[in-house]
């Protein structure tokens, strides 16, 4: 399959079997050693490179889809003799030691200082995340970052138009027949019909690892990452609608999330680090059915329903009727899921999801929870719980929520539903520690909503930025 793609401001091309990854293509085939790598999983960021202007692991970026985009390299900034101001901010302030993760934490700074030329010291770690440094200690790389910001880096900026040297590149259209490359969702559709079989290819966050452990395999590949009809996040009536493709990015920079369901923006923003969220999707989330997946722990308790689609027409399926056990879902061969659909909560519902994990900016969850109440005084009107990691695919709580649902909030309710959930939680592994971590969280998000129905009640109604979306201000 010939590819073709703008690396550095130039245009290149390369012959490539449509899976091989970006990070191979731009070593071996395109000569462009400074791209590292290292987990090959999207876990340590010394492949990062910045792809159609977002920051991306290039180590799980299939050729076919790096295909028709723009790619920055750390070639691309400067050289030994030409450093730019953020390279050479690094050698100054000691922020390369061995130099094996410098190129992906230099390329993960620019990303962060494209889209914000002035960012906190919260922001530049959390920027960083994703890429891990074992030489320096990260204080001296995050001196780097402020020095280049002090020595005025982001004005050097070119406006990305004037990186290209003038023809883009295309995207791949064909060559490869069993790789089917879909312009449009109807063209997607009539494919899935002819290719049941087909495997549906869009963040690739999971397959990836799963082909380099000799676990994927697959007859045909269906791309469907180009398709502009299942990228978008909108709000219709009392809906929000969220594109299949759409990414955890574009969900963490959405200011309707934001506003709506904060604690899906709160998953979002810890299912991964920036490069990962940048890439993985929505509906892969859910599609895997998996135990640990991160979105499904909020969206059950946001009772949220998943749209497919085929030639045949459109049907909708509460997501908790989708996913029909480990790794099975209640999608058919010929069907495609083109969103997700939430319906804005009320009002007075408090929403909340929480992670724990051994790493806390890219990590498979050991526990996550998501909660929804709708609070009227200390009235507790609906209850909604979800939890993940701890059973072969993420479940709501129903016997936790009758425990709770209908009470008055007060330290007799709060050690009932702390006894239920412990109750009602079987995980396999680790079984005392995640039924005492799921009482505590429980625990603390009642208190929290208690606290917060306390300081509402005794607030004037005319006091602006009182919404209840959450029992505390989520970052962003």
Known sequence: MRIELTVNGKLRHAEVPPMK???????????????????????????????????????????????????????????????????????????????????????????????????????IKEALSGNICRCTGYERIYNAVRRAVAEGYCETFRKRENLCSGQLPQPTRGGDEDCLLPETLKEALALLAENPEAVILAGTTDIVPDIKNGKFSAPRLLDVSRLKEIRGIYKAGGDIHIGACATNGDVVRSSIIKKYLPALWEASHRSGAPAVQNRATVAGNIATASGAADLPTILLPLEARVVLESVRGARELPLARFIAGYRRTERRPDELITEVVVSVPSPGTYQRFFKRGSRKALTLSRISLGFCLEAEG?????????????????????????????????????????????????????????????????????????????????LPDDIPGEERSGPRRLKG
């Open 21 to 123: 990854l970006l990070i191979a293509v731009l070593r071996e085939e395109l000569g462009l050693g400074g791209t590292k790598e290292g987990c090959g999983e999207g876990e340590c960021g010394a492949c990062s490179v910045i792809m159609n202007g977002r920051l991306t692991n290039a180590c799980l970026v299939p050729a076919v889809q790096a295909s028709g985009s723009e790619i920055l390299t750390i070639e691309g900034l400067g050289g030994s003799e030409d450093m730019d101001i953020l390279q050479r901010a690094f050698v100054i302030e000691g922020g390369v030691q061995c130099g094996f993760c410098t190129p992906g934490m230099i390329l993960a700074a620019r990303a962060l200082l494209e889209e914000d030329p002035d960012p906190s010291e919260d922001e």
């Open 378 to 458: 200390d009235l507790i009107k609906s209850f909604r719980a979800g939890a993940g990691s701890m059973s072969p695919v993420p479940i709501r709580l129903p016997k936790t929520e009758a425990a709770l649902e209908g009470g008055m909030l007060g330290e007799e309710l709060v050690e009932k539903g702390c006894a239920a959930i412990s109750e009602e939680l079987t995980p396999r592994k680790s079984a005392a520690w995640r039924k005492k971590m799921a009482a505590n969280l429980l625990r603390s998000f009642l208190l929290e909503v208690q606290a917060a129905e306390v300081r509402r009640v005794r």
